[in-house]
C-alpha cells in the first residue's frame, strides 16, 4: 500500500486538536490534575514504604505528609533563605552546602529537568543520603517547556529510562538503581495540549508504551561497595 492510500484510508480524525495553540497552556492545570501528577503519585504511592524516617524534599515536604508513614523528621531543601519552611539551605549540585548522611528517604519530583549540571545533583542526592536511604525521583521525558522555570533557571533537558539509568548507576553503582516510566502516545498527545487527567480514562492512563515515556521514575539505594 502506498503512502497515498494510507492516508486516504486512515484520515486522522482531528476534532478540535488541529490548532497551533494547546487547549491549555499551563500543563491542564486550570482543567483539573496535570497528568503527570497522576504518575507521580502513582510512583510514590507504590513506594510508601521507603518514605519514613528522616525525609527530605525541595520547596515543601507535601509528598513526604501525603504518602509517609513513621516519619522522624520532616526535613525542607531550599537553595535561597527565602523559605522559611527551608530546613536546609544548599545546592544540589554542591555538596560542600548539603550535611551528610542524613536522609533516609529524598523525595525528588521533576527537578532534574531543571538543573543544568543534573549529574552533579544526583551526587548531591547520594551525599544527602544515609547508608541504605533511597531516593525517589521523577524527571519529565515528554513534555512542553516550562516557561516559568525558563525565565528563573532555566529549562534544560528531557530523558529515556536508559539515559537517567546510566546516570545514576554511575553514582549509585549498578544494581541498586530500577528505573520504570509511565505514558503512552494518547496520555503524551494529552499532555502537550494541556489537557488534563480527568479528560482521559483509567485505563488510556496506565496503557504503557516504552516509544512514549512521559514521565520516568527512578528508585535507587545508597549502599557501600
Not at 518514605?51 to 509517609?68: V, W
Not at 525521583?137 to 539509568?165: C, P
Request: hydrophobic share 35%; glycine share 6%; with cysteine.
Amino acid at each position: 500500500m502506498n503512502k497515498y492510500l494510507k492516508r486516504l484510508l486512515k484520515r486522522p480524525n482531528w476534532y478540535n486538536l488541529r490548532a497551533l495553540t494547546p487547549v491549555s497552556e499551563s500543563f491542564g492545570l486550570d482543567r483539573g490534575t496535570p497528568i503527570d501528577r497522576i504518575y507521580i503519585e502513582d510512583f510514590l504511592k507504590k513506594n510508601s514504604e521507603f518514605i519514613k524516617g528522616r525525609t527530605m524534599e525541595i520547596a515543601d515536604d507535601f509528598y513526604s505528609r501525603k504518602f509517609g508513614n513513621d516519619i522522624e523528621k520532616f526535613e525542607i531543601l531550599h537553595a535561597t533563605p527565602d523559605n522559611d519552611q527551608a530546613t536546609v539551605i544548599g545546592d544540589l549540585t554542591d555538596i560542600l552546602t548539603l550535611p551528610e548522611n542524613r536522609i533516609d528517604c529524598f523525595i525528588c519530583t521533576q527537578t532534574l529537568n531543571f538543573i543544568y549540571n543534573f549529574k552533579d545533583a544526583i551526587v548531591g542526592t547520594k551525599h544527602l543520603l544515609k547508608e541504605g536511604g533511597v531516593v525517589l525521583a521523577t524527571v519529565a521525558g515528554i513534555s512542553q517547556v516550562s516557561s516559568y522555570d525558563m525565565s528563573r533557571w532555566g529549562d534544560y533537558w528531557r530523558f529515556t529510562t536508559l539515559s537517567i539509568e546510566k546516570s545514576f548507576e554511575e553514582v549509585f553503582g549498578k544494581g541498586n538503581v530500577q528505573v520504570d516510566f509511565y505514558g503512552n502516545v494518547l496520555s503524551s498527545i494529552a499532555f502537550l495540549q494541556g489537557l488534563c487527567a480527568e479528560d482521559l480514562k483509567k485505563d488510556e492512563l496506565f496503557y504503557k508504551d516504552p516509544n512514549y515515556q512521559m514521565t520516568i521514575v527512578v528508585k535507587a539505594i545508597k549502599r557501600t561497595p
